[in-house]
């Protein structure tokens, strides 16, 4: 039996009542106007008495109401009906695509007024907040899938501003796989698992994708980018985002500039290596959830730099290519990315469904001072956004969701519908005067601020269904990304094309791709034919030139595209595994743990088993994970400290109880993992036999690997030396 811990506070909820006052706008520190208006949709403090639906206290929930012991369920049991017909329809239909993802609260603040170019709201004032809710994804892969996989991420960002809601629903690449919204069902149909046996989840390794973009070469850029490192995130703290289409930011003049968006982590752009991404997989499933939830949580909150690339409207066609193309990134080195706005995610949710699974993006959610353009790409979604959250929300009313309701006043003349919450007075109906003409439009000449108006394009054509000839090079950019990448990423590239074609069954469609790999770069298509066993391309062939139409002028190199350049600055956060055994020097696990957590990464000690083990020295060495609970592929570095490996072929271990960890697999493997993944490892004294251990040979002679010879002084300058190692992330060339 329940004991009842008395009264529950009492907390009426009140009634939305439509064109209640506007809260005003968010406050500077603490909580923000968002969170006080979350907390008005919260549910009562649950520490009170169990409650049905209609708010009748429950005296047991554990039991059916029956005949008897042992007799049949009687059918006026409306505790236990209500109790299952709700658990019945708890599901919703995940997203069709996107469905797995992360979401965070935050704010998002300009560095100065951007009022040159638009009048949106968010962007007026250097230093004054808009609240934000960003939601990160993957694409294909159902709800419950691994965040690992090889696959294009979705940034989507909700600006609560003073002039409505702002949705930038973005992805982690620049382009897409497909210029027209009419190509998307058919690109989703050929990337989902496929139709007979739902195989394969969260994969595009499979025939369906590679048959549809071998006979759709426009899919030939996005392509590049989905099999470089870019579609395996170290985090979803340090991949870039980017609004994909050419917008228009219109001022209070009407005057137009073609803008595009991107974000920038200030914790630098990293990727995992395609091996630890599958490791990862089996490992922690969650590791980007968990890693957003955890960094919130440590008040390590993720930051973000907003910047854009700014044109004029004389320049639309000033390009070698289409503005409008989806397919097409502006080279920064053409036109520089312009640093507007800083946003930083500081609050995790407080129930994933309720908020991280009902926040509905829309990219029509657009507000004064922010236009679309004829983007075939973004007029579809402009559709499809709505369309979907009417299945998948249940009705028309889902913006009266919290997580989804704006903290601007809302005022309309919709009615009714499923899921109605909001109680409006008035009949609904324009014009009326027996409601004085309210709620009235502010239409007719110069508009007061915070008034929608599309930016005035003129337009002239005929109506065709055909893709525009401004858009039929489909090579040069995938040309532009090969060159700009560095050899280790170039080896990446190859490998992915090599691993997925490598899955596929029907050898017609991997030397379909191969012939438009051709076009990309004539050596990396018969380096990937050699891979895959396919005939390598005809000399013929291999002497193509990348298209040499409009589209091939341009800088033949970005070196901002290569991560090699994305690094930012610092360690913060980055995660550290110091491996220590019985007889491990203390000092060293201290210092390992005092220098680098100073500089703001994450220390752990791992060892065989959890508890205590004894030091060198005679003290104790609390371990903060058990080895087997945990993988390297969970670390960004690792330390193995003195007394921790056999250096000589017989070692004393001083005040060792056990075997050093050489004798331990999950150490040697440990160690052999972050050596094969690039990553900085750091060893002192015997610890070098664990390198060696994993089959690596003399740790002098490895890139990125910290040697601290026997006897020899770990001082602040070796901890730094290896902080700067750590700073660089990776050491794939090792
Ligand atoms: Fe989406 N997309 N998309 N998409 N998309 C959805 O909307 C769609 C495209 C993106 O965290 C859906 O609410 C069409 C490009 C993100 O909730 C759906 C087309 C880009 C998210 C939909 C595209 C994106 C979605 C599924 C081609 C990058 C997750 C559920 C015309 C700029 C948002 C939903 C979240 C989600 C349609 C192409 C990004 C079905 C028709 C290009 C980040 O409406």
């Not at 803008?259 to 590791?287: M, Y």
């Not at 040309?479 to 490998?495: N, V």
């Amino acid at each position: 039996m329940t004991i009842n811990p008395g009264p529950p506070e009492h907390r009426p909820h009140a009634p939305l009542v439509s064109g209640t006052p506007n809260p005003g706008p968010p406050v500077e520190h603490g909580r923000d106007a968002k969170d006080a208006a979350l907390d008005a949709a919260r549910a009562p403090d649950p520490n009170g008495a169990l409650t049905t639906d209609q708010g009748v206290r429950v005296d047991d929930t554990d039991n059916s109401l029956t005949v008897g012991d042992r007799g049949p369920t009687l059918l006026e049991d409306f505790q236990l009906r209500e109790k299952l017909t709700h658990f019945d329809h708890e599901r919703i239909p995940e997203r069709v695509v996107h469905a797995r993802g992360a979401g965070a609260y935050g704010f998002f603040e300009p560095y100065a007024s951007l009022a040159e170019f638009t009048c949106a709201d968010f962007l007026q004032e250097a230093g004054r907040r808009t609240p934000v809710f960003v939601r990160f994804s993957t694409v294909q892969g159902p709800r419950g899938s691994a965040d690992t996989v090889r696959d294009v991420r979705g940034f989507a960002t909700k600006f609560y501003t003073r002039h409505g809601n702002y949705d930038l629903v973005g992805n982690n690449m620049p382009v897409f796989f497909i210029q027209d919204a009419a190509k998307f069902p058919d690109f989703v149909h050929a990337v989902k698992p496929e139709a007979p046996n739902e195989i394969p989840t969260g994969a595009s390794a499979h025939d369906t994708f590679w048959d549809f973009c071998s006979l759709q070469p426009e899919s030939t850029h996005m392509l590049m980018w989905a099999m470089s490192d870019r579609a395996i995130p170290r985090s979803y703290r340090m991949m870039q985002g980017f609004g994909v289409h050419t917008f228009r930011l219109v001022n209070a003049d009407g005057r137009g500039t073609f803008v595009k968006f991107h974000w920038r982590p200030l914790l630098g752009t990293h990727s995992q290596v395609w091996d630890e991404a599958q490791l990862t997989a089996g490992r922690d499933p969650d590791f980007h959830r968990r890693d957003l939830w955890e960094a919130i949580a440590d008040g390590d909150f993720p930051e973000y730099e907003l910047g854009v690339q700014l044109i004029p409207e004389q320049d639309e066609f000033a390009f070698p290519f289409d503005l409008l193309d989806p397919t097409k990134l502006v080279p920064e080195e053409l036109v520089p990315v312009r640093p507007v706005g800083r946003m930083v995610l500081n609050r995790n949710p407080e129930n994933f469904f309720a908020e991280t699974e009902q926040v509905a993006f829309h990219t029509a959610n657009i507000v004064p001072g922010i236009d679309f353009t004829n983007d075939p790409l973004l007029q579809g979604r402009n559709f499809s956004y709505l369309d979907t959250q009417l299945i998948r929300l249940g009705g028309p009313n889902f913006s009266q969701l919290p997580v989804n309701r704006p903290l601007a006043d809302v005022r309309v003349n919709h009615r009714d519908g499923h899921g109605q919450q909001t109680i409006h007075p008035g009949h609904g109906y324009s014009p009326n005067s027996v409601g004085g003409g309210c709620p009235f439009t502010m239409g007719g000449g110069r508009l007061p601020e915070g008034v929608f108006q599309h930016y005035q394009e003129r337009v002239d054509g005929r109506t065709i269904r055909r893709r525009s000839p401004s858009f039929a090079d489909h090579y040069s950019q995938a040309t532009l990304f090969w060159r700009s990448m560095t050899g280790w990423e170039q080896e990446h590239i190859t490998a992915a094309f090599a691993f997925e074609l490598g899955k596929v069954v029907d050898e017609e469609v991997r030397r379909r791709t191969v012939g438009n790999l051709v076009h990309v770069d004539p050596v990396l298509a018969a380096e990937v034919a050699r891979r895959i066993g396919v005939p390598e391309p005809e000399p013929a062939e291999l002497d193509a030139p990348a298209q040499e139409d409009a589209g091939a002028a341009g800088p033949l190199v970005s070196p901002a595209l290569s991560l090699e350049h994305l690094r930012g600055s610092g360690i913060r956060t980055r995660k550290v595994a110091v491996l220590v055994g019985p007889g491990a020097d203390a000092d060293q696990v201290r210092a390992a743990h005092e220098h680098l957590g100073a500089l703001g990464a994450t220390v752990e000690t791992l060892a065989a088993h959890g508890g205590e083990l004894p030091a060198r020295d005679g003290g104790r060495l609390v371990v903060d994970r058990p080895l087997p609970t945990t993988a390297s592929v969970l670390y960004d570095a690792v330390v193995v400290p003195d007394g921790t490996g056999v250096l000589y072929d017989a070692v004393i271990v001083p005040g060792g109880t056990g075997p050093d960890l050489t004798a331990d697999p999950d150490a040697v493997r440990f160690v052999t993992e972050a050596l094969r993944h690039g990553k900085p490892v750091a060893v002192l004294g015997s610890g070098a036999g664990l390198v060696r251990a994993a089959g690596a040979g003399d740790p002098t002679d490895l890139a990125g690997v910290a040697v601290r010879g026997p006897g020899e002084r770990a001082d602040e300058d070796f901890w730094d030396g290896f902080a700067r190692l750590l700073e660089r992330h990776r050491f794939p060339e090792r």
